[in-house]
């Protein structure tokens, strides 16, 4: 399994950008797909974006097309999402995860077997 941990949340009004960090622990890094889910009070948690471990093949969920970016660099270990244009409804817990398995990629939480703690994410109006 890989350990992982997010970082990078906080405040920020709403059209303003954020830049989330997910550091994973681990030689097999490189080889595991990498998704972004979010869940907010009340509400079931979502996929936001993945990224194989090419980073040849990215997916973003309609909500966030266009104004998050999902980018790793495998020589860090490391997973970003990039949030432009930032919205009060983008407020919400961001979790990072990893493929269930190697080379994997899909966009349910049932493709991504290890989880990172979270980091919470508050959009102001």
């Known amino acids: 399994q890989v350990q992982l941990v997010e970082s990078g949340g906080g405040l920020v009004q709403a059209g303003g950008s954020l830049r989330l960090s997910c550091a994973a622990s681990?030689?097999?890094?490189?080889?595991?797909?990498m998704g972004w889910f979010r869940q907010s009070p009340g509400k079931e948690r979502e996929f936001v974006a993945a990224i194989s471990w090419t980073s040849l093949v990215t997916y973003s969920a309609d909500s966030v097309k266009g104004r998050f970016a999902v980018s790793r660099d495998n020589a860090k270990n490391t997973v970003y999402l990039q949030m432009n244009s930032l919205k009060p409804e983008d407020t919400a817990v961001y979790y990072c995860?990893?493929?269930?398995?190697?080379?994997?990629?899909?966009?349910?939480?049932?493709?991504?077997?290890?989880w990172g703690q979270g980091t919470q994410v508050t959009v102001s109006s």
């Open positions: 681990g030689r097999t890094f490189s080889k595991y797909a």
């Open positions: 995860a990893a493929g269930r398995t190697y080379y994997h990629i899909g966009q349910t939480q049932a493709d991504f077997g290890s």
